[in-house]
């Protein structure tokens, strides 16, 4: 028999047998429902014709169905691929994704951010390196009530609050692989200060050329902002020098490009006259000639495991425990490394 009114979701429930809860996790898609009992229910919404009120939803909640992405990252590539990551997650919910630029040198960044999050009750934020380092942007989180991941180059918080990568490790890995083929003179563009990208991967750098017993002087580290522009200035500065080195770790993809534009400038040959190892594996490292040895960082990855950390209450679902928090880069060899010259 037909109810009265519009369908409800007790209307729901009660035809097809279970509980309110599940009928919640089939709405919103939960990745953890089997397969016959969501079959089961979405038949019963369909018979019925239950149409899901997101406003009254969201009024009891007391949050938006929005997923919030917080970032001042100069690297455009790396936001879209966290974007393309989180809108992986929430397909076919009814969540939405909306970003905030911010300004981490501001002196009201925390003023801004927790009037953002309250203004927009989001369901939960993902917040992005090197912002993602703030502890207090986290704890105005927790005082406001609002999910948070955080994402890094390195731990930052409990498990169900982070996803990070072993970027110090995979550069020891990639600085390793070029001692082993001979180069002993490795210049690095190293990442800009502030963010723990950029310590981590000088530090992998670091300790590689260390336990290897190679002294390096200073002038073979130049500082980068992780764009082109700063890389090519700063492979030019590396280039400049005299002996200049047989190879160059670029803490970023893009200036791993301004590198190999550096060379070529120079009339130099890669990998024959200098090698280069950049670390994203985005597009530019594979497009390019030749193709970039990289480091691979599972950033899509990454933001879709935080993203199903942020939901998994609404859910219902035990996802924060079951998602990764680490997520090991790997060393992609193509052609832009070979042994260094011998004059």
Not at 126 to 147: K, Q, T, W, Y
Not at 155 to 174: F, G, I, Q, W
Not at 228 to 235: N, Q, R, V
Request: with cysteine; charged share 25%; hydrophobic share 45%.
């Amino acid at each position: 028999m037909k109810s009265m009114g519009k369908p409800t979701i007790n209307d729901v429930a009660r035809l097809a047998g279970v509980s309110k809860k599940t009928v919640s996790r089939v709405i919103n898609r939960s990745p953890l429902l089997n397969g016959e009992t969501r079959a089961k229910v979405e038949k019963v919404i369909a018979d019925i014709g239950y149409v899901p009120n997101v406003q009254a939803r969201a009024l009891a909640l007391r949050r938006n169905f929005l997923v919030g992405l917080i970032h001042d990252n100069p690297n455009a590539q790396m936001v879209m691929n966290v974007q393309a990551g989180i809108l992986e997650a929430i397909r076919d919910t009814e969540f939405e994704l909306i970003v905030r630029p911010i300004d981490r040198g501001s002196s009201t960044m925390l003023a801004d951010v927790k009037n953002f999050l309250e203004r927009q009750r989001l369901y939960g934020v993902l917040i992005l390196p090197p912002v993602s380092e703030n502890d207090m942007l986290a704890e105005v989180c927790r005082e406001i009530g609002c999910r948070y991941v955080r994402m890094g180059s390195t731990t930052l918080d409990t498990p169900e609050h982070m996803v990070a990568s072993n970027d110090s490790e995979v550069v020891r890995e990639a600085i390793n692989h070029l001692i082993s083929l001979g180069h002993t003179r490795i210049g690095l563009i190293a990442g800009p200060h502030g963010f723990r990208s950029a310590r981590e991967r000088r530090k992998g750098f670091e300790e590689a050329v260390a336990a290897a017993g190679i002294k390096l002087p200073r002038s073979l580290i130049a500082d980068g902002n992780y764009t082109f522009e700063t890389g090519l200035a700063a492979a030019d500065r590396l280039l400049d020098l005299s002996p200049r080195p047989t190879a160059i770790f670029a803490s970023n993809d893009e200036m791993a490009a301004a590198s190999l534009h550096a060379a070529r400038r120079r009339g130099m040959n890669v990998p024959d006259d200098l090698s280069i190892i950049g670390f994203d594996d985005t597009a530019i490292a594979s497009h390019i000639w030749p193709p970039m040895t990289t480091v691979h960082w599972p950033i899509i990855s990454m933001a879709r495991s935080a993203a199903l950390k942020l939901l998994a209450d609404f859910f219902g679902d035990d996802l924060a425990s079951e998602e990764p928090s680490m997520f090991p880069s790997t060393l992609i060899h193509r052609a832009s490394v070979a042994p260094p010259r011998r004059d």
